[in-house]
T-cell receptor, first 114, second 112 residues
Framework: DGGITQSPKYLFRKEGQNVTLSCEQN?????MYWYRQDPGQGLRLIYY???????QKGDIAEGYSVSREKKESFPLTVTSAQKNPTAFYLC?????????????FGDGTRLSIL | KNEVEQSPQNLTAQEGEFITINCSYS?????LHWLQQHPGGGIVSLFM???GKKKHGRLIATINIQEKHSSLHITASHPRDSAVYIC??????????????FGKGTHLIIQP
């Protein structure tokens, strides 16, 4: 079955530590996205990528970094510069055709600070 | 500025009731999406529409482009419909996919 796999499901970060969230898709989608969800707020876009080796900052990119070396993979690194990293992180993908395709979502990673 | 507004924020109803969730947006869009998020956090896409009306089982989604408004209806609601329903839009960017803009969600509880 095609889909998006995020790992781990739960992640704990110590102060000053970088952590990387994994996102893999086997849907042959060109576009991939990272969103952050906080309680009582809508999801917000962190980074997105429309093609391999290219990515763009979203609304809240500060303190995060990404790479897109393969079509299937779009890992997100939460750096020590992100002062409030505790949140639920969702990865999504679609065919990238100007927004006329539905997005598919992973099950999310919940990040907490120790 | 919140570009996507949903109402109500919370809704509790009895099993069998007809449910309506509303969404208003303020920007030009390529498409509007209705999503469902269960307690575990995973999100499922229910509908994507750019005009008119779509139906899937007991769910119906409508959109009025001129009024920048969409509604999600659930007929004969059931406790398994309990979830957070999220309205999201693809802002019109003239080409390319730039991510969705989301409402804050409507937390729906259907009591038996």
């Amino acid at each position: 079955d095609g889909g998006i796999t995020q790992s781990p499901k739960y992640l704990f970060r110590k102060e000053g530590q970088n952590v990387t969230l994994s996102c893999e898709q086997n849907l042959n989608h060109d576009a991939m996205y990272w969103y952050r969800q906080d309680p009582g707020q809508g999801l917000r876009l962190i980074y997105y990528s429309q093609i391999v080796n290219d990515f763009q900052k979203g609304d809240i990119a500060e303190g995060y970094s990404v790479s897109r070396e393969k079509k299937e993979s779009f890992p997100l690194t939460v750096t020590s510069a992100q002062k409030n990293p505790t949140a639920f992180y969702l990865c999504a993908s679609d065919l990238g055709q100007g927004g006329y395709q539905p997005q598919h979502f992973g099950d999310g990673t919940r990040l907490s600070i120790l | 500025k919140n570009e996507v507004e949903q109402s109500p924020q919370n809704l509790t109803a009895q099993e069998g009731e007809f449910i309506t969730i509303n969404c208003s947006y303020s920007v030009g869009i390529s498409a509007l999406h209705w999503l469902q998020q269960h307690p575990g956090g995973g999100i499922v896409s229910l509908f994507m529409l750019s005009s008119g009306k779509k139906k899937h089982g007991r769910l119906i989604a409508t959109i009025n482009i001129q009024e920048k408004h969409s509604s999600l209806h659930i007929t004969a609601s059931h406790p398994r419909d309990s979830a957070v329903y999220i309205c999201a839009v693809t802002p019109y960017s003239g080409g390319g996919a730039d991510g969705l803009t989301f409402g804050k969600g409507t937390h729906l509880i259907i009591q038996p």
